[in-house]
């Protein structure tokens, strides 16, 4: 997968998932804002819709293509244990942070994988699959960012991703805008002090 890899100060690595019609590039400056400090491991979608990047198919812009998406979703996870080896950064410490399509992946990955990620910052994600027994989350901490006139992610569905979080036994905060789908700065503020406020910087 095309990707981004930059060495930290701290032993902290920041997954960076973008958008649909994303890249790279594109979390970056707000990676760098959460935690100056921490690696930057970020991925080019590696699925195309009409030349733009993605995680995974869709069928229609709020349908998703199920097999693709659990293909995907066991690639991607695969794909970051990889880089933990090559660039030799401490798996278990790893904090994701992904927008919309980004997040929708990153949140499929925490249904299937135990132990999947340290804390997850999940910008506009919708729920990715239903009919699924998830993985025990084991406590880990889950920053929403949700906006009230968000259409591609209402209200109901922010809190049924809350509540299957929840039942898995993630601690799941949610940070409400007054905008829509796009990112908002007001968010990505919110999460940044979220993040300062419960990484701890122990010891493994």
């Known amino acids: 997968m095309v990707h981004i890899f930059k ?14 019609g994303g890249n790279e590039h594109d979390l970056l400056s ?11 491991l970020s ?8 030349g733009m990047p993605r995680f995974y198919k869709r069928k229609s812009m709020t349908v998703f293509d199920y097999e693709s998406l ?7 996870r695969d794909f970051i244990d990889d880089c933990s080896r090559k660039y030799k ?8 942070v992904g927008y919309s399509n980004g997040a929708n ?7 299937h994988y135990e132990k999947a990620f340290k804390k997850a910052i999940l910008f506009h994600p919708m729920v990715p699959i239903r009919d699924l027994e998830l993985a025990d989350l084991h406590q880990t901490e889950i920053f929403i960012g949700a906006g009230h ?3 591609m992610m ?13 039942s898995a036994n993630a601690i799941v905060e949610v940070f409400w805008t007054d905008y829509g789908h796009q990112l908002s700065k007001e968010e990505v503020l919110a999460a940044k002090s979220w993040y300062e406020g419960n990484v701890m910087y122990d010891e493994v």
């Open 70 to 76: 659990v293909e995907e979703t066991h690639n991607l």
């Open 30 to 40: 707000i990676g760098n804002l959460i935690d100056p400090q921490a690696n930057i």
């Open 7 to 20: 060495k930290g100060q701290n032993d902290h690595t920041l997954l960076l998932l973008h958008g649909t």
């Open 105 to 111: 992946i990153a949140a499929s990955i925490l249904f």
């Open 89 to 96: 950064f401490n798996r278990s410490k790893v904090v994701v």
């Open 154 to 166: 209402p209200q109901h569905e922010v809190q049924e991703l809350t509540q299957m979080f929840q």
């Open 149 to 151: 006139y968000d259409q």
């Open 43 to 50: 991925i080019r979608g590696a699925v195309l819709e009409y």
